[in-house]
């Protein structure tokens, strides 16, 4: 018990800790495809190191809930890190592994940063957290039926008997797998705020959304709430490269296991590194008001994919 | 031999037309070629009654012709022979009137026997497979002879024509597919796709992949035929297309359809032994009978009129076949011919009187009996034929799938009466309006019509009327020996 | 990772390139996704050829459709809308085109119901086939959707070549293909098919000025003439 304890909390430190360095990689990706000659991949942490030296400015109106929330949102993040299958199989450490638990959670931060941003009152925090909800709406139930599909192939809500499922049954390539899958890459982009839904890298005030919440921090509070969606950013490629790919997590309690699953991993990042940076230099932003689209479609093929799984694969 | 004889003569008109340009010899070649076809299958006819054969396999079992193969070959060349006549005269005047020229002369008779050798090849394939392509190749070849004038009008209607049963047909296309797929399990694959096998392994076929199979196979022929919810091209094809192209359609097409369906009936009925097939094909025969006899009687147009009256007929046959007991079948087939031969008499007949008027409204075509008495004369006889009228052929198949019903259905007998009665109400009233009264004589000149033009129509008629008075044994016997196909040996 | 994965794989992207292909309105998007379409069942015909080895008939059907399906026709018909409109050809909107998330959700519905159709003909236990027919029945069924919603002559011609090869992913999991003879005819017809929508767009063209078949109104019932 102690031991899984161990690799459970190892596990999660090296999770927050790698996460800025995943999307400096995929900094690097892009800036390679588009001809640019990129930053240091550790860029991201020079970034954070910086903004945890400056000073916090607070405005005159912000409550307790604007100093509290980027607390909240790390940790949170930081928790649901640990919940999911990383690079030791969920099975070998402790912890609550529920999918709609997770995505409670990630419903409770989203609504915390939504609450901070109106709580200074300026324009830009209300219109962005207005945005992020109306988002927010269209990409929870998608991600709920992605994960209830999940769930309906392997009998259980609980993620560890969900990976240890698809680990022992190939699922990869049957039309309902694929149908979630694709629909799982969708709903991701919007969470995490990617084109075509978001754009991380600016800040136009006609479209950005989540920028746009997060204006009026400075200092550790930014940079809290930076790390918070860096780790998210991977939470997700994680969960997809483990749940959606092949080659899944070998399920042993061994260094060699842990190994082996952590090289494993670490290509499938970075094969979806590439994927995403393709996907963001070949796409324009969406519209705001396409961006529901894109949604629905995510949540109808889920949908489809869970209709069909019931119907044609369980008997 | 002389099988290959009749199958190949078209063959060898397609490739002569793709050299004679000159269109006096294009119309001869086109005749010389089709009476010669029809001789051959006089013959093959001859030879059937002095060794009367249950059917004739060829070419190692892909083509494959019984009784019912045999009466579409007959229909097929005899038909294609008059409306070769018929187009003679016909399309040298609408060379004259410079309707069409000489380059589409020349794609009308490339495509007239590509037409006539797709429906022999359909009428006598054993494969399935083979089946289906025909009747994709027998639509193929319509669709450029539908839109032949090239008006806007004409294109709009091949088009919808070309959409419609291309996609119908693909179903039917699926449909074979799946009982392919149905027999591999009894049947080993060369032999799965054969019709002859497969009815006789019927009851081997998975009955669930039968059902499906048929469904879509009934969609797919049934948008051919003409069948109600499917129906919609065939007003605007037949409207739009050239006399004798609307004689091929209504006379030759419609039948191969209609073949097609029958052929996937008698194979589904062996299999299920529920009577699933007959059930749908009684339930959209009769809903094409009753919806086209009520349109028919608010028609503008002469040429829609008389398509309606076709998807009238279509469904009174695919309602007989349905029925399925010995009467019923015996007129479906009996009617299937009449109708055949009524109906290309009526297309030829209305070109001639829109030669005549110069238009297709029925309500300024008036007197043609003073206009032109053979043509009015002609129009009226046929008229009367259609609606089943007592001495011609129509009657008696009418009279018979009414008695099949009478057995087996007495309610929809009702339906039926009403609907004859209907539709008899409706054509009398046309007649009245366009033969007879006095012409419109403001209106163009009246052309003289070269008695030639009238010879088909008049042949049909007339053997439609010995039909209605006497059949003949061998006639009977074939009719028998094909409805013995539904029935099971 | 077995050729039946990979053909399962490949039946799944069959299935959501059609899907891609109803919710787009630009011509050349749908065109290059109807290639990318064949391209996709020449693939799982070639993954077919290689299952029974002894068939050289699928491996020649593999090559034949690459020919045919991947480059020929959609280069044909890129060819022919845009030598027949003069700007970026896409299909105007009617009421369904305009609405994605509701033909979509249409297209998603008949998905459902063949799968539940097919679900009662499966002689195997074998997941590849059952899901594989049900997929060949919903690409006919979204072909048809598509004919109806679009309203351009190109896009009609596209949905009767999704339905052909609809049909001919049928043909493959059901049967291993049609017999050679017929698998020849039917390709020969859709040839022919394709020459004859090549021949319509030139008529229609001259006839109403466009490819959208929203024009052609003239003939309805008890239309004057």
């Known amino acids: 018990m102690m031991n899984r304890l161990l690799y459970s909390l190892l596990q999660t430190g090296l999770f927050v800790f790698i996460a800025p360095l995943f999307v400096g990689i995929v900094k690097m990706f892009k800036c390679w495809l588009q001809n640019r000659s990129a930053p240091s991949v550790f860029q991201c942490y020079r970034d954070l190191r910086k903004l945890f030296h400056k000073q916090t400015i607070l405005a005159h109106h912000a409550s307790w809930i604007f100093r509290f929330a980027p607390y909240l949102i790390f940790s949170i993040t930081a928790l649901i890190a640990s919940a999911i299958p990383f690079i030791v199989s969920p099975s070998q450490t402790v912890g609550f592994t529920d999918v709609i638990l997770i995505a409670g959670l990630f419903g409770l931060s989203r609504f915390f940063l939504a609450l901070a941003a109106l709580d200074i009152g300026t324009s830009f925090g209300g219109m962005g957290a207005s945005r992020e909800m109306t988002v927010a709406t269209l990409a929870e139930p998608a991600l709920m039926i992605a994960f209830f599909s999940l769930a309906m192939m392997a009998s259980s809500t609980r993620l560890d008997i969900i990976t240890t499922y698809l680990s022992t049954h190939s699922l990869w390539f049957n039309p309902s797998m694929l149908f979630v899958a694709l629909a799982f890459a969708m709903i991701a982009v919007a969470e995490t705020g990617r084109i075509p839904v978001d754009n991380p890298a600016t800040h136009l005030e006609l479209t950005m959304i989540h920028e746009a919440m997060i204006l009026e921090y400075s200092g550790r509070h930014l940079a809290l709430i930076e790390w918070a969606a860096q780790i998210k950013l991977l939470i997700y490629t994680i969960l997809f490269a483990n749940l959606f790919l092949p080659f899944p997590l070998i399920n042993q309690l061994s260094l060699s296991a842990i190994g082996l699953n952590g090289g494993i991993v670490i290509i499938k990042c970075l094969l979806l590194a590439w994927v995403l940076v393709l996907a963001e230099t070949h796409l324009a932003k969406l519209r705001l008001f396409r961006v529901p689209l894109l949604l629905n479609m995510a949540f109808l093929l889920c949908l489809l994919g869970l209709l069909i799984h019931v119907i044609a694969e369980v008997a | 031999m002389i099988f290959y004889a009749i199958l190949l003569t078209p063959l060898l008109g397609i490739i002569l037309f793709s050299f004679i340009r000159k269109a006096r010899w294009a119309v001869s070649i086109n005749l010389f070629i089709s009476t010669v076809n029809f001789i051959a299958m006089i013959l093959l006819l001859m030879r059937w009654q002095t060794t009367p054969s249950f059917f004739i396999l060829h070419a190692h079992e892909q083509l494959y012709l019984d009784a019912l193969g045999l009466i579409g070959w007959t229909l097929t060349t005899f038909i294609g022979m008059t409306t070769a006549l018929f187009s003679y005269g016909y399309m040298l005047q609408n060379l004259q009137e410079r309707r069409i020229t000489l380059k589409r002369l020349q794609l009308y008779h490339l495509f007239y026997q590509s037409f006539i050798f797709s429906l022999l090849i359909a009428f006598s394939a054993n494969n399935i497979g083979l089946l289906w392509v025909a009747i994709e190749g027998a639509t193929l070849a319509t669709v450029l002879l539908v839109s032949l004038y090239r008006t806007p009008e004409a294109i709009e209607a091949a088009w919808k024509y070309f959409i419609i049963c291309i996609v119908g047909i693909a179903l039917a296309l699926f449909g074979t597919i799946l009982i392919y797929f149905a027999a591999q399990t009894s049947l080993d694959p060369s032999h799965a796709i054969l019709w002859n096998a497969l009815a006789l392994h019927a009851k081997t076929l998975n009955p669930s992949i039968m059902i499906l199979a048929f469904v879509f196979l009934f969609v797919g022929y049934g948008t051919k035929a003409g069948l109600v919810p499917f129906h919609f091209w065939l007003p605007d094809a037949y409207s739009e297309s050239p006399g004798p192209v609307a004689a091929l359609l209504s006379g030759l097409l419609l039948n191969v359809a209609l073949y097609a369906l029958l052929r996937f009936q008698i194979l589904t009925n062996l299999s299920l032994q529920n009577g699933l097939a007959n059930h749908l094909m009684i339930v959209f025969g009769l809903l094409s009978f009753v919806f086209a006899s009520l349109t028919l009687h608010h028609q503008q147009n002469i040429k829609r009129m008389f398509s309606y009256s076709s998807i009238e007929h279509v469904g009174i046959m695919t309602f007989a076949f349905g029925l399925g007991n010995a009467v019923a079948i015996l007129s479906g087939l009996f009617y299937l011919i009449i109708h055949a031969l009524i109906k290309s008499a009526i297309f030829t007949t209305v070109g001639n009187v829109m030669h005549l008027t110069h238009t297709q409204k029925i309500e300024k075509i008036r007197g043609l009996l003073k206009l032109n008495p053979w043509v009015g004369w002609l129009l009226i006889v046929a008229l009367f034929a259609i609606a089943g009228a007592p001495p011609f052929g129509l009657f008696i198949g009418e009279v018979g799938v009414f008695l099949a019903t009478l057995q087996t259905d007495p309610y929809l007998a009702i339906i039926l009466g009403l609907g004859f009665l209907v539709v008899f109400a409706a054509l009398l009233r046309y007649m009245q309006s366009m033969a007879l009264g006095n012409p419109d004589k403001t209106a163009y000149p009246t052309p003289p019509i070269a008695k030639i033009n009238l010879v088909p129509a008049g042949l049909h008629l007339l053997i439609v009327l010995i039909l209605g008075l006497y059949i003949p044994s061998f006639f009977m016997q074939i009719l028998k020996q094909a409805a013995s196909l539904f029935i099971g040996q | ?225």
């Open chain 3, 1 to 225: 990772m077995n050729a039946n994965a990979i053909q399962l794989l490949l039946s799944a992207l069959l299935l959501l390139t059609t899907f891609i292909l109803l919710i787009q309105r630009r011509i050349d998007s749908m065109i290059y996704t109807y290639a990318w379409q064949s391209a996709f069942l020449s693939l799982a015909t070639l993954a077919a050829s290689f299952i029974t080895p002894y068939q050289w008939d699928l491996f020649f059907s593999a090559l034949l459709i690459f020919a045919l399906k991947v480059i020929f026709i959609p280069w044909f018909l890129r060819y022919l809308s845009h030598r027949l409109s003069s700007k970026n050809p896409s299909d105007n909107a009617t009421s369904l085109v305009a609405r994605p998330f509701l033909l979509s959700m249409i297209a998603s519905a008949l998905v459902l119901f063949s799968y539940n159709l097919t679900h009662s003909l499966r002689t195997s236990t074998q997941l590849f086939s059952s899901n594989a027919i049900a997929i060949a029945l919903s690409i006919i069924l979204l072909g048809m959707l598509l004919i109806i919603t679009h309203r351009k002559a190109v896009s009609h011609a596209l949905g009767f070549m999704v339905i052909e090869n609809g049909i001919f992913f049928a043909a493959l999991i059901l049967t291993r293909g049609m017999p050679m003879k017929i698998e020849l005819g039917i390709a020969f017809d859709v040839l022919v098919a394709i020459i004859l929508f090549g021949v319509f767009f030139f008529h229609l063209n001259t006839s109403i000025d466009s490819l959208d078949v929203d024009s052609l109104n003239r003939l309805r019932e008890g239309t004057e003439l």
